[in-house]
């Protein structure tokens, strides 16, 4: 079943059984019509598994949260031959952060199968996860194509998914497909939601025709063209009309999405608890499109300052249930407290002290985990948060993240490739200030940070015997990273120029480089002064070097950063 009426009568798992077409046996093409009996052969017992329509769990059995289970899903892919496997990534806990905490990652080889198991012209295969005692986030996909993003699921969860793309359509069954279905659901309404709003374009220019001829003929085109269906970018300007775009956006009554009304349609067919995190989950994203806007537009007056009074910082929202397990609510807390923080110059961490605990360890770690590389004092930042942080998986992750990034440390000794491939390590430099520029093939900010920034610095240290410019890539063609590197598009052909071999490559996983470029500064003791917070302009990265000749005292940055 795939239509809106039947969906929102929430039938049991034997929907599908009372829905099948009765077909005579040896009609011949009977797959025209969706799934049938076998053409030939009469239903048979043990052909059919009627365990679901009994209201029985399958192989995920039939945990509760607190129990330890594994997820359970089959998958079919039907009328695809080049796709032969998916990719799973299970959260087993989750921040919504790209570093923290990582996936485990796992890949699902798929199989022909048969109409005796009713997946005749299809590719199948059955994943099952690590065992899992919370809730916990699972995404599927295949190459940059994915199906579902971040699901949450319970343990126990059993699920049946095919991926019809021969009628561009994704079915779901088995015993816990209601819990699947709901959030295929609610992730279509939110992107029409999108979908139905003109995209906008910040523009300090009141009169905005692009930065080329093409562009003004183009933006014209769509301002002269007259229809009900089409959209149009808004360009939004600091001042009055930035501010009167904010009211609308925020006058927009975010209670009436359509989700919620999808949420409500599973009221006593799921359990109370799940659905309440899918709740929070949507408030969290409605209310964070509201307060990112306002950071994009904020212009720096009176007006937008009554505004932000008004709309964010003496507005209170209670906490819905379910915002504990939620991925995106504490998002929204993190947006909006860190507004605040900066329109009031009052510290972040002073202004979770009324958010209950749960909330406030991920709203902090939030905190950490955007901004580390920021902190002028990172290991002081690190401290306060593993003192007031209690949920004991979050203090774990940012106990790990503070010892790999901590000022003071010496060098981890893990060896690197060479030009010449023989192991190198970095400990061989002591006695040298080491800049170490972590850059990425085909990435046009390595390139250009390279030749704008570091290119220039490096050559005004050129005859200093003091200072060793150091280039790693991570590249697993051997032969790319040479060309690239005799290129001088990327690094200095004539400075140390390494390659962090393997995957995962041990030195970038412990230091959690995982953006590029990244940039570490290395003192003549070998230990590390800076990750990624180097001053951004030439004059002040040669001053900010040459300062480490004389203090020897730990630092993250200078304080012109």
Not at 121 to 131: K, M
Not at 351 to 356: G, Q, S
């Amino acid at each position: 079943s795939t239509t809106t009426a039947q969906v929102a009568d929430s039938p049991g798992a034997d929907f599908l059984h009372r829905l099948r077409p009765d077909v005579p046996v040896g009609l011949r093409d009977t797959h025209r019509s969706g799934e049938t009996r076998s053409d030939t052969l009469p239903e048979l017992n043990g052909l059919v598994d009627h365990s679901a329509a009994e209201g029985q769990k399958g192989e995920g059995s039939s945990a509760k949260v607190g129990e330890s289970a594994p997820v359970v899903i089959y998958v079919e892919t039907h009328r695809v031959e080049a796709i032969d496997s998916m990719e799973f990534a299970v959260w087993d806990a989750y921040l919504e952060e790209k570093d923290l905490p990582f996936p485990e990652k796992d890949k699902l080889a798929l199989t022909s199968g048969n109409k005796y198991e009713g997946s005749r012209e299809t590719a199948r295969g059955q994943w099952d996860s690590a065992p899992l005692s919370d809730y916990a986030r699972i995404s599927m996909k295949y190459n940059r194509f994915t199906y579902f993003d971040r699901f949450l699921v319970s343990p126990g969860d059993s699920l049946r998914v095919r991926l019809d793309f021969e009628n561009a359509r994704m079915l779901f069954s088995g015993p816990d497909a209601d819990k699947f279905r709901i959030q295929y659901e609610l992730a279509i309404a939110f992107e029409n939601y999108r979908y139905d709003q003109n995209p906008t374009m910040r523009t300090a220019k009141e009169e905005y025709w692009g930065y080329s001829a093409k562009d003004s003929l183009l933006i014209r085109s769509a301002i002269d063209v007259n229809s009900g269906i089409r959209r149009k970018m808004e360009f939004i300007t600091p001042g009055p009309e930035g501010l009167a775009y904010l009211e609308r956006y925020f006058a927009m009554d975010w209670k009436k999405h359509p989700g919620f009304g999808i949420i409500e349609r599973y009221r006593g067919v799921l359990d109370a608890d799940f659905l309440d995190i899918l709740h929070a989950d949507l408030q969290g994203r409605l209310l964070y499109d509201r307060v990112h806007k306002f950071s994009i537009y904020y212009h720096e007056d009176d007006w937008y300052r009554q505004f932000f009074e008004e709309n964010i910082a003496g507005k209170v929202d209670g906490i819905p249930p379910g915002a504990a397990f939620s991925s995106y609510y504490p998002e929204y807390l993190y947006e909006k407290l860190a507004i605040v923080s900066a329109l009031t110059k009052k510290p972040f961490s002073n202004l979770l002290a009324d958010l209950p605990q749960p909330i406030h360890d991920r709203v902090f770690a939030k905190y950490i985990i955007k901004n580390y590389r920021r902190f002028e004092d990172s290991n002081r930042q690190f401290d306060l948060a593993l003192t007031a942080i209690q949920t004991p998986w979050i203090r774990e992750k940012i106990s790990r993240l503070a010892s790999a990034q901590r000022i003071g440390d010496p060098l981890i000794s893990v060896s690197l490739l060479d030009t010449s491939g023989k192991e190198y390590s970095l400990a061989e430099e002591e006695g040298k200030i080491l800049l170490i520029n972590f850059w990425l093939p085909g990435c046009q900010a390595s390139s250009g940070m390279y030749q704008s920034l570091i290119r220039p610095v490096e050559e005004h240290f050129e005859n200093d015997p003091e200072f060793q410019f150091v280039y790693v890539s991570h590249d697993a063609d051997r032969q790319r990273w040479l060309s690239n590197i005799e290129e001088g598009e990327y690094s200095n052909p004539g400075s140390l120029n390494l390659n962090a071999d393997g995957q995962p490559a041990a030195f970038l996983e412990y230091y959690y480089i995982h953006y590029f470029p990244t940039y570490m500064v290395v003192d003549r003791e070998g230990k590390v002064r800076n990750i990624g917070n180097i001053p951004s302009t030439t004059a002040g990265l040669i001053t900010y070097l040459e300062s480490l000749k004389e203090n020897s005292e730990p630092s993250h940055s200078n304080s012109s950063l």
